[in-house]
């Protein structure tokens, strides 16, 4: 169903990513070789794991 909602609406570009962060896990090298590569990614954001997305 569309439902014309942003599915991670964040109020900042970090609060956005954090939010999809939070749902589909943080990337590292595992889930996604060169991520850490990438110009803005940061060793330091925190890590969350992949959510069960059967279960949300």
């Known amino acids: 169903q569309i439902t014309r ?3 991670f609406p964040g ?3 970090i609060d956005q990513l954090f ?3 939070r749902t589909l896990g943080t990337p590292d090298e595992l889930s996604w070789p ?3 590569a990438l110009p803005d990614y940061k060793p330091t954001f925190p ?3 992949r959510q069960d ?3 949300l």
């Open 5 to 7: 909602r942003a599915l």
């Open 19 to 21: 939010r999809i962060f």
């Open 11 to 13: 109020d900042s570009e």
């Open 47 to 49: 890590r969350w794991a």
């Open 53 to 55: 997305l059967a279960k």
């Open 34 to 36: 060169g991520v850490s």
